[in-house]
Each structure stands twice: as C-alpha cells, then as structure tokens.
C-alpha cells in the first residue's frame, strides 16, 4: 500500500489519475458558481471557471510561467479511494512557493512552516462546483506574529491570487 500511495502522489500517477478517474467527466464542464468567499476561518475561495483537470493543469502552468519553485501535487480523492475512506469528494493538494520570500517569515518564526510552502486547494465541493481555495496571508501573519513583514505578506497574497487567476471565474 505505501508504494501506492508515493505513485498516486508523483506528478505522472496525478495526471493519470485525474484523466481516467470516473469522476473527472462528471467535473469537466464549467458550471454555474456561487459568489466567492473571503477571509473565513482565514481561506479564501474562489470558483474555478473550469473542470477539475483544467483547473490544476492551469494553476500549474501559472506557478511554472512565474518561475514559482513547484514542490507537487497530491490527489487527496485518490488517496482516499485507495484508503477505502468512502464520501471524500475531489480534490488536489499543490504545494508551491518562492524560498527567499517565504523563509523570511520562518526567519521570524519557525512554526509559520505549518502554512509554508504555500498550499492551493482544487476540490469540487458538495453542488459539484470546481472550487480553489488557499489561507489568507494576513490570517497566516496574525497566526504566527508575523509583524513587519507586510510587504512580503502582500506580495505573496498577490502572487496566489494572480495564480488562481489562471482559472478563477470572473464574477
């Protein structure tokens, strides 16, 4: 099982997993979306204008077009499939992040390596909406005290929000 769960994990186990499974014709198309939502619990939402697949292979492409250092994916339905853990919906884990910028913040405090590298989230949630999600980097700072650092914590709230960008709807 555990060489099952590295595979599912590796960038070349992810496309083939999301290209064959069964629930990726279901998420393909785009659908109509809720308006986003904003700083709740400290996670930005906001609904992908594409399928599952088109929405992580584009928000790929935007971290690799920003020469944003990629550390990988991880398909959280499959390895819940795989786990025999029934009712987990889609979703994918990326991992992603510009090391001298966000050192800096472990520099202040090391425990901010909880919320870094970055994570953006690509699930389908309970309407069947493509939805990305990633932690609001003010929420981040005041979780860690992350005082005078407010021009790294803006850039790199813009550097995800132009990412999402790649497939986020316009409302």
């Not at 992603?96 to 913040?105: E, K, R």
């Amino acid at each position: 099982m555990p060489n099952r769960l590295a595979q599912l994990c590796s960038p070349a186990a992810l496309a083939l997993a999301l290209a064959f499974s069964s629930w990726a014709a279901q998420a393909e198309g785009p659908k109509t979306v809720p308006s986003p939502s904003a700083n709740q619990g400290g996670v930005i939402a906001v609904p992908s204008a594409y399928g599952m697949i088109d929405t992580v292979d584009r928000l790929q492409k935007a971290i690799a077009g920003k020469g944003i250092l990629f550390f990988g994916a991880v398909n959280q339905g499959e390895l819940a499939a795989v786990s025999g853990v029934p009712g987990v919906r889609p979703s994918v884990l990326l991992t992603f992040g510009n090391p001298p910028l966000g050192t800096q913040l472990l520099a202040v405090n090391q425990q901010a390596g909880l919320d870094w590298p970055v994570r953006m989230l690509v699930y389908v949630d309970s309407p069947g909406h493509v939805m990305i999600a990633w932690t609001d980097f003010a929420w981040i700072a005041n979780r860690h005290g992350l005082g005078g650092l407010d021009p790294q914590l803006e850039m790199a709230a813009e550097v995800a929000a132009s990412v999402a960008a790649a497939a986020k709807k316009q409302l």
